[in-house]
């Protein structure tokens, strides 16, 4: 048999055992070891003892925000609000009078001075529009001249506007407080969103990246425009989806459908439809808010804020009935669920869902699943849901979820290994651009579980490293009803894979991207 490729002289990672070589056909892996080196073929890449893992699949990332954020002021690294004054006046000095100035990545826990404000904006970008987006994507800050066009007499249900002591506003707004600002922002041209596509998934091969999961589009906090399937599609066609991708479709955008006959998308469309390139998948539904920006739903108060607990993005019934609906449709959900209290109504409303409506195989979801008792842990095991936590979050925002639970829930905080001891298969993924989403970075947090200031968060949810790139690959695969597909460099699955300069198994901290591999193709090489 003539192959397409044979990728050989390298430690190959099939399942548990290490072989020298792939042979590719048709963008599929057809041999491997000593069968695919007797193989023919005109394109025999020597890869030099390298080690080959399967490819890294992101299961929680907005591909298209942190695209468009590459052309945002970053903020990420400012320690003090100053700086972020200063970068914005930078930029601001660089535009016309009447634009946008739209900065990203700030974080009030690591920010000398905490939130920016509207008068601080105001004072170094006077004549714009200016728009600050927190790094968890949960909340923003805005300007006086933005201010002044939102409607701030009807704050939509599960949001706030922040407000100073003398009750004037002070740019802050928080959660669905963000919807005020559709009006002026939404949608966002299709155009800017292939643009988006585009660069991230360069980024993300270099990365070793060969699959994501796209965590909301078409409405709500985080779609960009309500035709956002038809941007993938089109990145697509003109050969700029660059790895492959599954989309979370946001619960704004179902409905009921005519004559009584269901609930989801025109046409009946719903989860699982789609390509080896582009598929619809869970329906993304939010439950609460952010664990740094102290708006999750908890039990509790957070550490030192007597009385805050968090909220709902919407009631708690309209948040049951609209599980309800789209599982007896037959949707697969994933649903952000960050404090314990979301996660308590989230798994109840699963549990009356999946009474009613029995599925064996439902794979539905809690995105986050961040703060979770003992108790609610065995629920999400006896109800067979996955959960996607972000390993990530320890080190770059640890410190400041620690600081909101206290001492005595810190170790609730997410958990990794408990997850697959009781029985539940973990995916791997990141929530990018909120942290770093390189996956090599997401696995060593995942070992190592320390914060910036070098706190161990959780020393009991450290994974070894095997599980971590499990996590990575076949964990992913498996949560977006891939595994059949990707996940595992074997015979009859698409070839993807990552070139790494070392063993992660044995020294993950030493690994690197050497090149990247879809479908066969060599479509990153480092230098």
Not at 31 to 45: G, K, Y
Request: negative net charge; charged residues 20%.
């Amino acid at each position: 048999m003539r192959v397409d490729a044979v990728y050989e002289n390298a430690r190959v990672l099939s399942g548990d055992r290490w072989v020298s070589a792939v042979a590719v056909l048709n963008g599929r892996v057809v041999a491997l070891d000593q069968d695919a080196e007797s193989l023919s073929t005109a394109n025999r890449v020597d890869l030099g003892g390298a080690v080959v893992v399967p490819g890294f699949h992101d299961a929680h990332n907005h591909m298209a925000w942190f695209g468009m954020s590459l052309d945002e002021v970053s903020l990420g690294e400012c320690e003090h609000v100053d700086e972020v004054y200063a970068a914005i006046a930078e930029r601001a000095a660089e535009l016309p009078e009447g634009s946008w100035v739209i900065g990203s990545g700030y974080d009030q826990n690591r920010l000398v001075g905490g939130h920016p404000t509207r008068h601080g904006l105001d004072r170094v970008a006077p004549g714009h529009l200016v728009r600050l987006r927190h790094t968890s994507g949960h909340m923003c800050v805005v300007n006086t001249l933005v201010l002044d066009r939102l409607d701030l007499a009807n704050v939509p249900v599960g949001g706030d506007v922040a407000r100073d002591e003398q009750g004037s506003p002070t740019g802050l707004l928080r959660e669905q407080a963000q919807l005020l600002l559709q009006p002026l922002t939404f949608p966002t041209p299709v155009e800017t969103v292939i643009r988006a596509i585009d660069r991230a998934g360069e980024r993300y091969l270099a990365e070793g990246i060969t699959s994501v999961q796209e965590a909301g589009v078409g409405g709500g906090l985080v779609g960009e425009t309500p035709i956002e399937v038809a941007a993938y599609q089109q990145a697509r066609d003109r050969g700029l989806l660059r790895v492959r991708t599954t989309l979370m479709v946001s619960s704004a955008m179902l409905h009921e459908l005519p004559a009584g006959t269901g609930f989801g998308l025109d046409l009946g469309l719903r989860s699982g439809l789609g390509d080896e390139w582009v598929r619809i998948g869970p329906m993304k539904l939010f439950a609460d808010g952010s664990l740094i920006g102290r708006t999750a739903a908890m039990h509790e108060d957070f550490a030192g804020e007597p009385g805050n607990r968090g909220y709902f993005q919407l009631p708690e019934e309209e948040l049951a009935d609209t599980i309800f609906r789209a599982h007896a449709a037959g949707w697969q959900i994933a649903t952000h669920a960050i404090g314990d209290r979301a996660i308590s109504v989230v798994l109840d409303a699963y549990a009356a869902a999946l009474r009613a409506n029995p599925r064996h195989d439902h794979r539905h979801r809690i995105e986050h699943c961040a703060v979770l008792s003992p108790a609610e842990l065995a629920r999400v095991a006896e109800l067979r849901l996955i959960p996607v936590p972000q390993g990530r979050f320890i080190t770059e925002i640890g410190d400041g979820m620690a600081a909101a639970l206290g001492p005595d829930r810190e170790d609730w905080c997410y958990r990794q290994k408990s997850f697959l001891d009781a029985g539940l298969v973990l995916p791997g993924s990141s929530d990018r651009p909120v942290v770093n989403g390189a996956p090599l970075l997401g696995m060593i947090d995942l070992v190592r579980r320390r914060t910036s200031s070098g706190h161990l968060l959780g020393p009991d949810e450290r994974l070894t490293p095997k599980q971590a790139l499990r996590a990575y690959t076949y964990g992913s695969a498996y949560a977006a009803f891939r595994e059949r597909e990707v996940g595992v460099i074997e015979p009859g699955k698409l070839a993807d894979f990552a070139v790494l300069s070392a063993d992660p198994l044995e020294n993950i901290e030493q690994a690197s991207v050497l090149a990247t591999v879809v479908g066969g193709a060599l479509v990153y090489e480092r230098g």
